[in-house]
């Protein structure tokens, strides 16, 4: 019987810029297909929480972080560890509040915009790096955590950072999923 | 020492997979009922004539082997079925909704062939 090679996955290097050209081909037929920023920008959340949903899992299996106690500890997991890994950016952390559930990480680098100067005109709200907010919210939704994620500040607009804000919900009943069946 | 069977849950209790090698006798209660029994509240032990293994990620995915009692603590073997196996094969795989069982043969075969490949698998059972 033939020995299965059951080697680790080998994480082959692309280029960067395939995949930057890629993400912006996404949005700019995103707004082809919609009128409204509003609208790109839902559709932009939601196909990053699909992407969110399975990448956590991928997160999980190469990473091998320990269980989080704190909302802390989990947001400085996704800023040194999963935005390294998948962006190869670290984004500094601010805790926004004295509850400790609002958070902020504010990235200096973004290799998502890197061809993008400027919002075109008459799309001055729209949030380019939205897929991020989705897939930031789909993987947290994964191990149980609600959070709202979305762009405080954006460069891109006009601001001095780009900031993108987490605020942990109610922690997400893992019992409710067993009632629904 | 050999590997009896395998369950994979996932956060709802939905059995994603379910292989077996040497089992020598089936339990005299219906499959969906053994998996419900399966998935609740086990950590690992063993009994006179088996050993449950187990293993779960934080999204709630369940890992459950069972083996004879040769068998020693084999986490490893349980985070590359779902690092190696599962993820790479079907949580990556766009086409292959989740929630549900695997329909995938390519994630069948290589999980059987894993198992197979592992040394404290035998051919022959016992």
């Known amino acids: ?181 | 020492m050999t590997v009896h069977n395998l369950y994979l849950f996932d956060r709802n209790g939905v059995c994603l997979h379910y292989s077996e090698w040497h089992r020598k006798k089936q339990a005299g209660i219906s499959k969906e009922e053994e998996y419900k029994l399966m998935k609740d509240g086990f950590l690992a032990f063993q009994t006179s004539r088996y050993k449950l293994h187990y293993y779960e990620t934080p999204t709630g995915i369940k890992v459950v082997m069972n083996t004879d009692l040769g068998v020693g603590p084999i986490r490893d073997v349980l985070h590359h079925i779902y690092s190696a196996l599962y993820v790479e094969l079907v949580v990556k795989n766009p086409l292959c909704p989740l929630g549900q069982t695997v329909q995938s043969e390519l994630f069948r075969s290589r999980l059987d062939s894993y198992i197979r490949s592992l040394p404290f698998f035998s051919a022959r059972a016992g």
């Open chain 1, 1 to 181: 019987m033939s020995r299965p090679a059951h080697r680790r996955p080998e994480y082959q290097k692309i280029n960067k810029d395939l995949f930057v050209l890629t993400y912006g081909a996404l949005v700019a037929q995103l707004c082809k297909d919609y009128e409204k920023d509003e609208d790109v920008n839902k559709y932009l959340d939601k196909m990053g929480y699909g992407i969110g949903t399975r990448l956590v899992e991928d997160f999980l299996a190469r990473s091998c972080v320990r269980r989080c106690h704190s909302y802390s500890e989990i947001i400085d997991i996704i800023a040194q560890v999963a935005f390294k890994m998948y962006l190869g950016i670290t984004p500094s952390v601010t805790c926004n509040n004295s509850s400790r559930n609002e958070f902020s990480l504010i990235l200096d680098k973004n290799p998502l915009v890197e061809f993008v100067e400027e919002l075109p005109p008459g799309r001055s709200s729209l949030c380019y790096c939205n897929l991020l907010c989705g897939i930031i919210r789909g993987a947290l939704e994964m191990v149980h955590l609600a959070a709202d994620v979305t762009f405080l500040q954006d460069r891109l607009k006009g601001d001095s950072v780009t900031e993108i804000g987490i605020t942990f919900l109610k922690k997400l009943d893992e019992k409710k999923y067993r009632r629904k069946k």
